[in-house]
Structures are given as structure tokens and as C-alpha cells.
């Protein structure tokens, strides 16, 4: 079953977000906390959605994700930050129910996106994207600052008076 996540899912979602570290072999980089994801879904200004997939009353996979904005189409559209199944759970049709709950609130809202990122030695992952009709964005590069470079970048600001 599909279900937008509740605060009583957090847990479970902390705990899928380490799976996920773990299978994209960056676990070292993963340090959320269950009060931060909490804040984030449930806070006084959510700023990432979830949805939850359970088999028996157990939450086996999520897909957390946020709203973004089209220049080009001038309305906003879905970022899918996460999807993870659990292994013993793939193949049986979750992620493509995740991602069809996603499409749902695309077409729901007028949204004309549904976007995401994949790691490039994923074959699998590419294949089953590929499969629904997603497309490869071949031609961009992707871009991240963090830590010194940011800061230092943050430090070449003029400040407000």
C-alpha cells in the first residue's frame, strides 16, 4: 500500500534514508537525525514530502521529495530527493507505485515535472526509470558546494544594513 507519511512514520523513514546511504555507498556521509526529518515533513513550515510504501503494516520503502519551479513552464513541478525500496521488497511493483503516487500529485496540482537524479553505476535503477518513460538529462552536469567552499562563497557577501 502507498500512503503520504504520517509523523509516526519517521522513524522508518530515518532508518530507510541510512539503507539508501548505505546502497549508494556513502553511509560515512549520512548523519540525519530523526527529530531533523521530523522538522522537515512535520514542522511548523514543511519543506519536503513523503510517501510510504507498507506491506503488512510495516513501511518498506519512501520517496521524500519537494516542490520545485519551471522557469520555462511557469509552475512548479516535483523534485524526488529519495526513493528507496528495500531489497527484499524490489520487483514487486512499490517503486512504480511510489513514483505513479508522485506522477498522481503532478497531475493533481498542474505541476508539468517530475524530476530526479540517479548515480551513474546504478544500471539497475536506470533501467526500471527507463522503463516507465523517463528520459536521461544527459547533457546537463551536476553542481554541489558545501562546507569551506560554501562558507567561503557565503563570506563574500555585503551585508544588510
Given at each position: ?33 530523526p527529530e ?5 515533513l512535520f ?24 516542490l520545485n ?93
Amino acid at each position: 500500500m502507498i500512503r503520504r507519511a504520517t509523523a509516526d512514520d519517521v522513524s522508518a523513514i530515518t532508518g530507510l534514508i541510512y539503507e539508501l546511504a548505505d546502497y549508494e555507498k556513502s553511509l560515512d556521509q549520512c548523519s540525519v537525525r530523526p527529530e531533523q526529518v521530523h522538522a522537515a515533513l512535520f514542522g511548523t513550515n514543511p519543506s519536503v514530502f513523503a510517501h510510504v510504501a507498507e506491506v503488512d503494516e510495516t513501511v518498506v520503502g519512501v520517496a521524500l521529495w519537494f516542490l520545485n519551479f519551471s522557469t520555462w513552464d511557469g509552475v512548479n513541478g516535483i523534485y524526488l530527493e529519495d526513493l528507496f525500496v528495500q531489497p527484499a521488497f524490489r520487483g514487486s511493483g512499490l517503486g512504480t507505485e511510489l513514483l505513479a503516487a508522485l506522477a498522481a500529485e503532478c497531475t493533481r496540482n498542474g505541476y508539468t515535472r517530475l524530476s530526479w537524479w540517479v548515480l551513474d553505476w546504478n544500471a539497475p535503477s536506470i533501467g526500471f526509470y527507463e522503463s516507465l518513460g523517463a528520459v536521461a538529462q544527459d547533457e546537463w552536469t551536476t553542481f554541489r558546494m558545501t562546507g569551506d567552499a560554501l562558507a567561503a562563497l557565503a563570506a563574500r557577501t555585503t551585508p544588510a544594513d
